[in-house]
Nanobody
């Protein structure tokens, strides 16, 4: 059974940093598209970043709104993917989720629809105050 568990959320002031973790259990995320989404009440989930790795190389993608501020990285030894968030802004406030596709794809990007993803964590809240 595949499970994803997010952690690392919290409350910070604008300009601060947080690192989110997505612990994957049940199988390796190698060769499966894993993405970070965020959602605020009343809005659809927004793709933030994605990663596809064969544990040797990895391809990442970011939404325009977070490019240059967020960095996604894998830790194969821990079967965990991290989202380093720097220069946080109040508009980054949201519940952050990690998600993974159940099937292999050659393309993995932050613009893949949330409905395409099969496995989801429960989310971790990020609150950025001005």
């Amino acid at each position: 059974q595949v499970q994803l568990v997010e952690s690392g959320g919290g409350a910070v002031q604008a300009g601060g940093s947080l690192t989110l973790s997505c612990q994957v259990s049940g199988r390796s995320y190698s060769d499966y598209c894993l993405a970070w989404f965020r959602q605020v009440p009343g809005k659809e989930r927004e793709g933030v970043s994605s990663i596809l790795t064969d544990l040797i190389t990895f391809d990442v993608d970011y939404a325009e709104s977070v490019k240059g501020r967020f960095t996604v990285s894998p830790d194969s030894a821990k079967n965990t993917v991290y989202l380093q968030m720097n220069g946080l802004k109040p508009e980054d406030t949201a519940m952050y989720y990690c998600a993974m596709l159940s099937g292999r794809r050659s393309y993995c990007g932050s613009n893949i629809a949330a409905t395409d993803f099969d496995y989801w964590g429960r989310g971790t809240q990020v609150t950025v105050s001005s």
